[in-house]
Every structure is written in structure tokens, then in C-alpha cells.
């Protein structure tokens, strides 16, 4: 059973590009989460999402940032017009419930230029 | 305002040590917390969990000792190994059915020989 899976692995971009990050949760799970960690930090709380529903977004930036799930495919979190202060590990979390324990897939780390 | 304080930073320990790494809470509706090991490169993995109707949890070398009067929780490694050198983060959720987890800053943790 594959674990939470997300790709690219390390992404850079120039200040003003968009970010796109995707995460595929682990199989029979349909509760999706994302976090970011910055330097020497720990795991801040961004969103929650169901299939084709975002259930909390209260973690995220309120511009620039968006986050989806669609009905057929992996979820995306999106951020526009990057700035340095983007830099960071973006963590997906899964879980079959949203009292089940989440599984971290192994993050997506975006550089901005 | 940080919800889950962790200490210390960073510790390091001799093979056979028993590290201890403590973390304090300030929210009351926290009912649930957990450990988790991030090795370099990696998503955090869920270690070992406790609930407050408990004050400790052991699970092979890993126990959770548990101190809801003073708002308090630590991890000990019992037989450290440098296997176990990895960062590990404190978090904690707050009422029936929560997701969001509040994560400590992390410790990173050196096992030497």
C-alpha cells in the first residue's frame, strides 16, 4: 500500500512564478491536509479538504495561496506571484476519517529565487 | 502566539541514553498529543499518542509520560540508538474529532556511538 505521495520532491522558482504542489493520498483515505514548515520550525496547519470540498481553510495566507481536491486526481495547493518568504517544506497529510491519524507524505520543498 | 512550546532545541546523547524532550501546552481542549520522528529528507511519522485519562504510554523503547495538572507532556527514548537520530515534534489537537494539529518546534536529536 503506497504511502502519501508527492511530487515534485523540490521545486524552484523565480519571485512573481506560480507554485504548483501536488499530493496523492494514500489509498481509501479522502480527508487531505497540507502544512508548511519553515526553517527551524515546526509544522503550521494551511487547509483541509475533502473530495471537492474545502472544509478549513483558516491556516491559509489570504492571498495568493489556493488549495483544491477534485473528484479524480491528487490535490493541488497553488501558490501565485511567489515570493521568498514561500520558501519552505510544503507537507501533505492524509486520513481515512478526520479523527484518524494523518500520514505525512514526504514534502515538497520550494525554493523562490 | 505558540500554542505548543518544545524543548530542548537540540540534545545529543550517547548510545544506551535515555533523551528526554518535554513540551507544554497552554490550551485546556487539547485532548490529544502526539510524537513524531521526521528523519532528514522525509514527512513526520506518527511515533506514539497519548490522551489525558492516561499519564503514560509505552510503546517498545518509546513512553509518553503525561502531566495534565501541570499542562505538560515528554517523550523519552529508552536505550537510544543512532538509528534514533532524527528531529521529533510534540503536537496536539483540541476537542472530539479534531484535525488541526499544533505542532512544537521540534528537537533534533543526535544518537553518537
Known amino acids: 500500500n503506497a504511502g502519501v505521495m508527492q511530487n515534485p520532491r523540490h521545486l524552484v522558482r523565480r519571485r512573481g512564478q506560480e507554485a504548483r504542489l501536488r499530493c496523492s493520498p494514500m489509498k481509501g483515505h479522502s480527508h487531505v491536509y497540507w502544512y508548511r514548515q519553515l526553517p527551524e520550525e515546526g509544522l503550521k496547519f494551511m487547509v483541509y479538504l475533502q473530495k471537492e470540498n474545502i472544509i478549513d481553510e483558516s491556516g491559509m495566507p489570504k492571498e495568493r495561496f489556493s488549495a483544491e481536491f477534485p473528484k479524480e486526481g491528487p490535490s493541488i495547493l497553488r501558490i501565485q506571484q511567489v515570493v521568498r518568504g514561500d520558501s519552505a517544506a510544503y507537507f501533505c497529510?492524509?486520513?481515512?476519517?478526520?479523527?484518524?491519524?494523518?500520514?505525512f507524505g514526504p514534502g515538497t520543498r520550494l525554493t523562490v529565487l | 502566539q505558540q500554542q505548543v512550546k518544545q524543548s530542548p532545541q537540540s540534545l545529543i546523547v550517547q548510545k544506551g541514553g535515555i533523551p528526554i524532550i518535554n513540551c507544554a501546552y497552554e490550551?485546556?481542549?487539547?485532548?490529544?498529543f502526539p510524537w513524531y520522528q521526521q528523519f532528514p529528507g522525509k514527512g513526520p511519522a506518527l511515533l506514539i499518542a497519548i490522551r489525558p485519562d492516561v499519564s503514560e504510554k509505552k510503546e517498545g523503547r518509546f513512553t509518553i509520560s503525561f502531566n495534565k495538572s501541570a499542562k505538560q507532556f515528554s517523550l523519552h527514548i529508552m536505550d537510544s540508538q543512532p538509528g534514533d537520530s532524527a528531529t521529533y515534534f510534540c503536537a496536539a489537537s483540541k476537542g472530539a474529532g479534531s484535525y488541526q494539529l499544533t505542532f512544537g518546534k521540534g528537537t533534533k536529536l543526535s544518537v553518537i556511538p
Open positions: 497529510a492524509s486520513s481515512r476519517g478526520a479523527t484518524d491519524t494523518q500520514y
Open positions: 490550551n485546556t481542549a487539547f485532548d490529544y
